[in-house]
T-cell receptor, first 113, second 117 residues
Framework: DQQVKQNSPSLSVQEGRISILNCDYT??????FLWYKKYPAEGPTFLIS?????DKNEDGRFTVFLNKSAKHLSLHIVPSQPGDSAVYFC????????????FGTGTSLTVIP | NAGVTQTPKFQVLKTGQSMTLQCAQD?????MYWYRQDPGMGLRLIYY???????DKGEVPNGYNVSRLNKREFSLRLESAAPSQTSVYFC????????????????FGEGSRLTVL
Protein backbone atom coordinates (compact mmCIF):
# COMPACT_ATOMS: atom_id res chain seq x y z
CA ASP A 1 0.00 0.00 0.00
CA GLN A 2 1.49 3.29 -1.11
CA GLN A 3 2.19 5.48 1.93
CA VAL A 4 3.34 8.43 -0.14
CA LYS A 5 1.30 9.43 -3.16
CA GLN A 6 1.83 11.81 -6.01
CA ASN A 7 -1.44 11.81 -7.89
CA SER A 8 -0.31 13.86 -10.87
CA PRO A 9 1.96 11.82 -13.14
CA SER A 10 2.78 14.86 -15.24
CA LEU A 11 2.64 18.64 -15.25
CA SER A 12 3.36 21.21 -17.96
CA VAL A 13 4.13 24.83 -17.13
CA GLN A 14 5.22 27.83 -19.14
CA GLU A 15 8.69 29.19 -18.46
CA GLY A 16 8.59 31.94 -15.84
CA ARG A 17 5.36 30.72 -14.26
CA ILE A 18 4.94 28.85 -11.00
CA SER A 19 5.13 25.05 -10.87
CA ILE A 20 3.27 23.38 -8.01
CA LEU A 21 3.90 19.72 -7.34
CA ASN A 22 1.78 17.94 -4.78
CA CYS A 23 2.32 15.00 -2.48
CA ASP A 24 0.07 13.26 0.04
CA TYR A 25 0.99 10.77 2.73
CA THR A 26 -0.98 8.42 4.92
CA UNK A 27 1.37 7.60 7.79
CA UNK A 28 0.97 10.08 10.64
CA UNK A 29 4.35 8.98 12.03
CA UNK A 30 6.18 10.61 9.12
CA UNK A 31 7.96 13.69 10.36
CA UNK A 32 10.61 14.39 7.76
CA PHE A 33 9.98 15.03 4.09
CA LEU A 34 12.23 15.48 1.12
CA TRP A 35 11.94 16.33 -2.56
CA TYR A 36 14.21 14.78 -5.15
CA LYS A 37 14.74 15.67 -8.77
CA LYS A 38 15.65 13.09 -11.38
CA TYR A 39 16.88 13.50 -14.92
CA PRO A 40 16.77 10.56 -17.35
CA ALA A 41 19.61 8.06 -16.93
CA GLU A 42 20.76 9.72 -13.71
CA GLY A 43 20.21 9.03 -10.06
CA PRO A 44 17.81 11.22 -8.06
CA THR A 45 19.38 14.29 -6.50
CA PHE A 46 18.26 15.98 -3.32
CA LEU A 47 16.40 19.23 -3.76
CA ILE A 48 14.89 20.42 -0.49
CA SER A 49 13.59 19.02 2.80
CA UNK A 50 11.28 19.95 5.63
CA UNK A 51 10.75 18.58 9.11
CA UNK A 52 7.38 18.42 10.80
CA UNK A 53 8.22 21.25 13.18
CA UNK A 54 8.03 23.64 10.26
CA ASP A 55 5.33 24.40 7.74
CA LYS A 56 7.53 26.04 5.14
CA ASN A 57 11.11 25.81 3.94
CA GLU A 58 12.59 27.92 1.20
CA ASP A 59 15.75 27.57 -0.86
CA GLY A 60 16.10 29.98 -3.73
CA ARG A 61 13.40 29.31 -6.28
CA PHE A 62 12.18 26.24 -4.40
CA THR A 63 9.75 26.30 -1.49
CA VAL A 64 8.22 23.32 0.23
CA PHE A 65 5.00 23.67 2.22
CA LEU A 66 3.81 21.14 4.77
CA ASN A 67 0.23 20.82 5.99
CA LYS A 68 0.36 18.19 8.72
CA SER A 69 -3.35 18.15 9.42
CA ALA A 70 -4.06 17.38 5.77
CA LYS A 71 -1.02 15.10 5.45
CA HIS A 72 -0.06 17.07 2.38
CA LEU A 73 3.07 18.74 1.11
CA SER A 74 3.76 20.72 -1.99
CA LEU A 75 6.80 21.97 -3.85
CA HIS A 76 6.64 25.39 -5.48
CA ILE A 77 9.13 26.39 -8.14
CA VAL A 78 9.13 30.09 -8.98
CA PRO A 79 9.99 31.08 -11.64
CA SER A 80 10.07 27.82 -13.55
CA GLN A 81 12.92 27.32 -15.98
CA PRO A 82 13.38 24.81 -18.82
CA GLY A 83 16.21 23.19 -16.87
CA ASP A 84 13.67 22.30 -14.18
CA SER A 85 12.12 19.75 -16.56
CA ALA A 86 12.61 16.45 -14.75
CA VAL A 87 10.78 13.89 -12.65
CA TYR A 88 10.20 15.02 -9.06
CA PHE A 89 9.80 12.55 -6.23
CA CYS A 90 8.65 13.31 -2.74
CA UNK A 91 9.84 11.09 0.10
CA UNK A 92 8.98 10.70 3.76
CA UNK A 93 10.54 9.22 6.82
CA UNK A 94 9.56 8.62 10.44
CA UNK A 95 12.24 10.10 12.66
CA UNK A 96 12.24 7.48 15.34
CA UNK A 97 12.65 4.71 12.77
CA UNK A 98 14.31 6.97 10.30
CA UNK A 99 16.15 4.48 8.20
CA UNK A 100 13.32 3.89 5.77
CA UNK A 101 12.46 6.54 3.24
CA UNK A 102 9.20 6.04 1.40
CA PHE A 103 8.94 7.56 -2.05
CA GLY A 104 6.02 8.68 -4.14
CA THR A 105 5.56 7.61 -7.75
CA GLY A 106 6.92 10.86 -9.16
CA THR A 107 5.62 13.77 -11.21
CA SER A 108 7.17 14.54 -14.57
CA LEU A 109 7.48 18.31 -14.93
CA THR A 110 7.89 19.89 -18.35
CA VAL A 111 8.70 23.58 -18.49
CA ILE A 112 7.85 24.97 -21.89
CA PRO A 113 10.14 27.75 -23.15
CA ASN B 1 34.38 13.37 -5.84
CA ALA B 2 32.76 10.01 -6.70
CA GLY B 3 29.96 9.87 -4.10
CA VAL B 4 28.02 6.62 -4.70
CA THR B 5 29.30 4.30 -7.41
CA GLN B 6 27.31 1.38 -8.79
CA THR B 7 28.43 -1.40 -11.10
CA PRO B 8 27.47 -2.61 -13.60
CA LYS B 9 25.42 0.14 -15.24
CA PHE B 10 23.69 -2.28 -17.60
CA GLN B 11 23.11 -6.00 -17.45
CA VAL B 12 21.02 -8.51 -19.38
CA LEU B 13 20.28 -11.84 -17.72
CA LYS B 14 18.35 -14.94 -18.62
CA THR B 15 15.71 -16.22 -16.24
CA GLY B 16 17.35 -18.26 -13.51
CA GLN B 17 20.78 -16.69 -13.76
CA SER B 18 22.35 -15.00 -10.77
CA MET B 19 24.20 -11.77 -10.46
CA THR B 20 25.45 -9.23 -7.92
CA LEU B 21 25.11 -5.48 -8.12
CA GLN B 22 27.96 -3.68 -6.41
CA CYS B 23 27.77 -0.36 -4.62
CA ALA B 24 30.44 1.70 -2.92
CA GLN B 25 30.32 5.12 -1.26
CA ASP B 26 33.18 7.36 -0.29
CA UNK B 27 31.33 9.76 2.02
CA UNK B 28 31.87 7.77 5.20
CA UNK B 29 28.13 7.29 5.56
CA UNK B 30 26.80 4.73 7.99
CA UNK B 31 23.56 3.87 6.20
CA MET B 32 23.20 2.36 2.77
CA TYR B 33 20.14 1.37 0.71
CA TRP B 34 19.03 -0.47 -2.39
CA TYR B 35 15.97 0.79 -4.28
CA ARG B 36 14.30 -0.29 -7.47
CA GLN B 37 12.45 2.04 -9.80
CA ASP B 38 9.64 0.78 -11.97
CA PRO B 39 7.23 2.76 -14.18
CA GLY B 40 4.26 3.99 -12.17
CA MET B 41 5.71 2.60 -8.94
CA GLY B 42 8.28 5.19 -7.96
CA LEU B 43 11.25 4.14 -5.89
CA ARG B 44 10.73 1.14 -3.64
CA LEU B 45 13.14 0.09 -0.92
CA ILE B 46 14.50 -3.44 -1.28
CA TYR B 47 16.95 -3.65 1.62
CA TYR B 48 18.87 -1.24 3.76
CA UNK B 49 21.79 -1.32 6.13
CA UNK B 50 21.59 1.15 8.98
CA UNK B 51 25.20 0.56 9.91
CA UNK B 52 28.05 -1.78 9.17
CA UNK B 53 27.10 -5.28 10.20
CA UNK B 54 23.32 -4.82 10.02
CA UNK B 55 20.83 -5.31 7.21
CA ASP B 56 17.05 -5.09 7.16
CA LYS B 57 14.28 -5.76 4.70
CA GLY B 58 12.48 -2.93 3.00
CA GLU B 59 9.22 -2.92 1.09
CA VAL B 60 10.09 -5.44 -1.64
CA PRO B 61 12.85 -7.82 -0.44
CA ASN B 62 11.65 -11.06 -2.01
CA GLY B 63 14.12 -12.55 -4.49
CA TYR B 64 17.06 -10.51 -3.24
CA ASN B 65 19.88 -10.82 -0.76
CA VAL B 66 22.32 -8.19 0.43
CA SER B 67 25.72 -8.02 2.03
CA ARG B 68 27.22 -5.07 3.87
CA LEU B 69 30.79 -5.95 3.13
CA ASN B 70 32.27 -3.05 5.09
CA LYS B 71 31.33 0.55 5.78
CA ARG B 72 31.89 1.54 2.15
CA GLU B 73 30.29 -1.33 0.25
CA PHE B 74 26.77 -2.75 0.04
CA SER B 75 25.97 -5.40 -2.57
CA LEU B 76 22.65 -6.70 -3.87
CA ARG B 77 22.39 -10.25 -5.14
CA LEU B 78 19.78 -11.89 -7.32
CA GLU B 79 20.14 -15.64 -6.82
CA SER B 80 17.72 -16.72 -9.53
CA ALA B 81 16.64 -13.81 -11.70
CA ALA B 82 13.04 -13.50 -12.84
CA PRO B 83 11.50 -11.22 -15.49
CA SER B 84 9.69 -9.36 -12.69
CA GLN B 85 13.10 -8.18 -11.50
CA THR B 86 13.64 -6.21 -14.69
CA SER B 87 14.09 -2.73 -13.30
CA VAL B 88 16.46 0.13 -12.65
CA TYR B 89 18.29 -0.34 -9.36
CA PHE B 90 19.62 2.51 -7.30
CA CYS B 91 22.03 2.36 -4.42
CA UNK B 92 22.01 5.21 -1.93
CA UNK B 93 23.74 6.23 1.28
CA UNK B 94 23.09 8.63 4.12
CA UNK B 95 24.30 9.70 7.50
CA UNK B 96 22.79 7.59 10.24
CA UNK B 97 19.69 9.28 11.59
CA UNK B 98 19.36 10.10 15.21
CA UNK B 99 16.41 8.92 17.17
CA UNK B 100 15.19 12.51 17.39
CA UNK B 101 15.85 15.55 15.30
CA UNK B 102 16.20 13.43 12.23
CA UNK B 103 17.53 15.21 9.27
CA UNK B 104 19.59 14.27 6.33
CA UNK B 105 19.32 13.16 2.79
CA UNK B 106 19.96 10.19 0.59
CA UNK B 107 22.76 10.35 -1.93
CA PHE B 108 22.07 8.16 -4.94
CA GLY B 109 24.23 6.40 -7.47
CA GLU B 110 23.52 6.69 -11.18
CA GLY B 111 21.57 3.45 -11.33
CA SER B 112 21.94 -0.02 -12.80
CA ARG B 113 19.54 -1.07 -15.54
CA LEU B 114 18.80 -4.77 -15.35
CA THR B 115 16.84 -6.73 -17.95
CA VAL B 116 15.81 -10.31 -17.28
CA LEU B 117 14.70 -12.23 -20.35
Amino acid sequence: DQQVKQNSPSLSVQEGRISILNCDYTNSMFDYFLWYKKYPAEGPTFLISISSIKDKNEDGRFTVFLNKSAKHLSLHIVPSQPGDSAVYFCAASAGNTGNQFYFGTGTSLTVIP
Amino acid sequence: NAGVTQTPKFQVLKTGQSMTLQCAQDMNHNSMYWYRQDPGMGLRLIYYSASEGTTDKGEVPNGYNVSRLNKREFSLRLESAAPSQTSVYFCASSEAPGLAGWGGELFFGEGSRLTVL
